[in-house]
């Protein structure tokens, strides 16, 4: 990625600083105690400029997207919105994404004037995946204190050519009360398919199984949250069989809290259907509180305020409001909404 010099955000995008964001908030968190962690996929947050490694031509000036740099401004002032509405003036303490391009967009969120009082600090590899696309985490350092980190290659037995996306591992003490593992995901999509497809997920699912398996074999009660864009729903094969990520009423070591959502609810909306493909997915001891850190409400939440909302052009109800439809521009934040979870820290 070639070097750049910053240019000045038009005065329209500033404007965002001043939107009310009251509307859709969650409840309050509880000060010292509670901490929340939000995992995005924030639909192709990228720079405009050409990296000749990658496969990004489409979001330049001159690609298919048109993709300049006001635009960018304006979309990373618009994902700092949607990060300091869903923490209700508390920002959350770990933010999961996918769909970033590269460290450089991290950074210029991270220091946009709408979060920047959070003093994010990232998590960032760059990714063998044949689009560009990452996957990342922002955490602030006087809550989570990093231990260790890597990203996890996912490899495809059958298809050892075919390039996707890390997992994201990051090890950390929350709030010097114990020890937290997490893994960032963003599994390879359907593309040509959910059935042609499978294989790709299941292999990512095997990975990431065989990570959290090793975790256990050290501390049986580890506190594991695993978040991401999976491609696939919480009933599918790669993550309910592969994975064994099931419902809270089984004895299984991963719990996913989307398995207890109502009917009707999601994160991501399909031929006018609301599923799952964003999801967090905890160990027995967070669900259960077998150490000091336990879920709030044994729960996970969608953050569905309005501004992300529009109406959906085919389908009756709402929809997420999308950056893009093909690649006409639509002005939007994402075409999904994000997905979050309260973590207590016991007296």
Sequence with gaps: MQKISVGKVASAVLLLLACDLSNGQPASQSTGSTFR???????????????????????????????????????????????????????????????????????????????????????????????????????????????????????????????????????????????????????????????????????????????TDSIFALHANANILIMGDFNDEPKDRSLLEILQAKAPNSNSKLINLMLQMPEGSGSHKFQGNWGFLDQIIVSQALFQAKGRLLIHNQEANVFKAEFLLEDDRRYPGKMPFRQFIGFKFNGGFSDHLPVYVDLIIKN
């Design 37 to 211: 962690i939000m995992f995005y996929n924030v639909e192709n947050l990228f720079d405009p400029y050409d990296d000749p490694e990658k496969n990004d031509n489409d979001f330049t000036p001159e690609g298919n997207y048109r993709w300049t740099e006001y635009r960018w401004r304006e979309k990373t002032a618009k994902i700092s919105k949607v990060i300091r509405a869903l923490g209700e003036g508390n920002l959350p303490a770990i933010i999961g994404f996918c769909e970033i391009e590269n460290r450089l967009v991290l950074e210029e969120l991270a220091k946009h004037p709408i979060i920047k009082d959070g003093k994010y600090r990232i998590v960032h590899y760059e990714s063998p995946d044949r689009r560009g696309i990452d996957v990342g985490l922002f955490y602030r350092d006087e809550l989570f204190y990093l231990l260790y980190s890597e990203p996890i290659l996912v490899q495809l037995p059958d298809n050892p050519n075919f390039k996707t996306r890390d997992i994201l591992y990051v090890k950390g003490i929350l709030a010097n009360s114990d020890t937290l593992h997490l893994f960032v995901n963003h599994w390879p999509s359907r593309l040509g398919g959910a059935a042609t497809s499978e294989p790709n997920r299941i292999a990512a699912a095997s990975t990431l199984k065989a990570k």
